[in-house]
């Protein structure tokens, strides 16, 4: 199929970007990568009146390191989250994430802020967001405001981003002292998209313990969500059977939903044995 008619602007400012879309409102729709919107257009799913190609704006595929923040512009492509040195020096679980997304020409033209803008719940990097407690800066002609990726998915390809804004970049916490990472994901076939994932953080402590655990799954639900660990779970991590029980008390509490060709009780078994490998890396990367 070819998509409807829609008429085509590429502004080389993020305020002609920004003037544009707070004047069409709900008629428009931002491109970059195209690698979502696209095909959406192409069976119209999607049917935008207008698009605003924003390849063009300077500044928005930067990559640095501010204080204890890795900083990533929205149109940084997913080849360069993987092979950026900053990005696997200072957040290695992104840069992993980055890697296994799709196909090859997939990670050549994706982008960063498309991947979150469009908010797939079953997507590596909406997941790593919620995981690192990312925050997401949005700007439009009525200003600029900062929100965490928990607050920024609210269901399935659908954010907190309004019609008149922009997503220009995110801040993802560096890795501190001791902190190990884990990220594992479950597809069928190399290049789909996961039927579950988990993504882990952790430090050890000299007590035998961990702190700053943090443990996402996607793919179970309208969005990426936190697992809940319980406290008693984090005071004693000694042993080879912490992955484990962390791993299965986690899977038992959490909200997860049956999908089209998968049952719940089938992910609720994927959570668990993803979320045992994961805490199992990031023990490992964290001694």
Known sequence: MKPARFSYEAPLTLEAALASLAERADGAKVIAGGQSLAPMMNMRLARPDHLIDINGLRGLSDIAVEG??????????????ARDPLV?????????AAESIGHYAIRQRGTLGGSLAHADPAAQLPLVAVALDAEMEIVSARGSRAISGSEF???????????DELLVRVRFPVSGPNEGWGFRLFNRRAG???????????????????EGLRLAAGGIGSVPVRLVVPA???????????????AQATAVAADIA?????????????VAALAEDALRDAMERAR
Not at 153 to 163: R, V, Y
Not at 192 to 210: C, E, I, K, Q, W
Not at 258 to 270: H, K
């Open 88 to 96: 696997r020096t200072h957040c290695a679980m992104l840069a992993h």
């Open 258 to 270: 049956a999908g089209e060709s998968v049952s719940a009780e089938y992910r609720r078994e994927l």
């Open 192 to 210: 789909d998209f996961a039927l579950a994932s988990v993504a882990a953080t952790l430090r050890r402590t000299a007590s035998g313990g961990v």
């Open 153 to 163: 998915f609210l269901s399935i390809f659908t954010t907190a981003l309004a019609p």
């Open 68 to 81: 204890d923040r890795l900083v990533v512009g929205a149109l940084v492509r997913h080849a360069d989250l």
């Open 232 to 246: 008693e779970l984090t005071a004693d991590a000694s042993g080879e059977g912490w992955p484990l029980r962390v």
